[in-house]
């Protein structure tokens, strides 16, 4: 079966896409919360921007290829290399384009990339047991299912429990320069 070609775009997140960020953000709070929380001002925006610094996590925007229109936004998060090769991802869809499929494309596209480009072996998605749509999209997209991590993460003032859901690279795949050969 032809693969049809995707309606987005993954572009690199830059300081310059704060004011959009942010107001697209602001725009999103009843679908984001309790699930997380973004930068909604310029400080709190250029002083998230400093986790993408060293290298260890990337940002991107997802943007709809024929309008340029931002669909969301996507992480790699704690990249790790030696014998593990992996990471983890965060995800949140804007309000404006939510329910027309484009994280889907926009999260596979990050599997692409961090699996091919970045050479990872394991990419890890921790959601809320409550957050269905977040549950549905990783499901989609061949995640599996590995158990529950109680009061996981600190979000929207409280220890919230996360699913821990992962993909792996395809085979064949080629490793990175980094993976111990023994």
Not at 124 to 143: M, T
Request: hydrophobic content about 40%; some cysteine; proline content about 7%.
């Amino acid at each position: 079966m032809p693969t049809m070609p995707s309606r987005v775009e993954l572009h690199p997140l830059t300081l310059a896409d704060q004011e959009e960020f942010c107001t697209l953000v602001r725009a999103s709070s009843a679908l984001h919360r309790p699930w997380m929380q973004l930068p909604t001002t310029a400080e709190d925006f250029q002083a998230w921007m400093h986790r993408f610094d060293d290298g260890t996590n990337l940002g991107f925007l997802i943007r709809v290829r024929e309008t340029g229109e931002a669909a969301g936004t996507v992480n790699i998060n704690s990249i790790i290399r030696g014998r593990y090769q992996g990471a983890s991802v965060g995800y949140a869809a804007f309000a404006p384009s939510a329910g027309h499929g484009y994280m889907t494309e926009g999260l596979a596209a990050i599997l692409q990339y961090a699996f091919t480009d970045l050479r990872l072996h394991r990419l890890e998605a921790s959601i809320q047991p409550g957050n269905k749509a977040s549950l549905a999209l990783v499901q989609r997209l061949g995640f599996r299912y590995e158990g529950v991590s109680p009061a996981y993460l600190y979000i929207d003032g409280d220890w919230r429990d996360h699913e821990r859901w992962a993909a792996t690279a395809p085979h064949p795949w080629t490793p990175d320069p980094s993976l111990p050969e023994v």
